[in-house]
Nanobody
Framework: QVQLVESGGGLVQAGGSLRLSCAAS????????MGWFRQAPGKEREFVAA?????????YADSSVKGRFTISRDNAKNTVYLQMNSLKPEDTAVYYC???????????????WGQGTQVTVSS
């Protein structure tokens, strides 16, 4: 079992930045690929970014976040981060972190979820 707790969300103006953190406890964090997902009001949860257990491989959803968002992890701190720059109102959502087996499969198969943190971007 892995417990995930997100933090760092909040209200920010368009063009601003936020860094989300996801702290893990329980089974060995470094054995899992980690990902960030988001769910906007009235929409399904969508994949944002993922990082391999070594940190050597990353994946991003598409051009809507690539170049603005950066995923990273610190296995010594059992924490994964999402640095979000140049935020837009359409980035408004609840952001979740998840744990899975690999960067290529985590968007389809996620073993563990956090409870989410709200990000609101005002125009």
């Amino acid at each position: 079992q892995v417990q995930l707790v997100e933090s760092g969300g909040g209200l920010v103006q368009a063009g601003g930045s936020l860094r989300l953190s996801c702290a893990a406890s329980g089974r060995t964090f470094s054995h899992y690929a980690m990902g960030w997902f988001r769910q906007a009001p009235g929409k399904e949860r969508e994949f944002v970014a993922a990082i391999s257990w070594t940190g050597g491989s990353t994946s991003y959803a598409d051009s809507s976040v690539k170049g603005r968002f950066t995923i990273s992890r610190d296995n010594a701190k059992n924490t994964v981060y999402l640095q979000m720059n140049s935020l837009k109102p359409e980035d408004t959502a609840v952001y979740y972190c998840g744990a899975g087996s690999s960067v290529t499969t985590i968007s389809r198969v996620t073993y563990y979820w956090g409870q989410g943190t709200q990000v609101t971007v005002s125009s």
